[in-house]
């Protein structure tokens, strides 16, 4: 939420764009399995915030200001659950699309379930 405590004043603008930048460079190295997970640390998000911090310095450590641990995990969540319902509709658009084309086998279905 650092936009929405940069529009409340919580963030200066600079800090914003310093925590933003430091969140996109970090999401691109766990996508390409190299961000370094620190096992002392409690969960992901301290892991992220650590991160953060060392990176940019004392704004890292606004990054979850005004966000209790139960509203971090509820938006954690929130968006898993929201890439797995993409997901399944992506795949049952294939499924349905096999039955309409016609190339929707038995075999095809079989394997279409396994994946």
Known sequence: MPRLSA???ILAADEFEMIARGLREI???IAADKFVWDQ???DVHMNIEAALTKR???AGA???TGRSRNDQIALDLRLYVREEIDEIITRFIEF???FATGSA?????ECQIAR
């Open 7 to 9: 529009s409340a004043g």
């Open 62 to 64: 606004k990054l979850h």
């Open 96 to 98: 349905s699309d096999a």
């Open 27 to 29: 999401e691109n190295e």
């Open 105 to 109: 086998s038995p075999k095809n279905i």
């Open 40 to 42: 002392s640390l409690e």
């Open 56 to 58: 940019i310095g004392p």
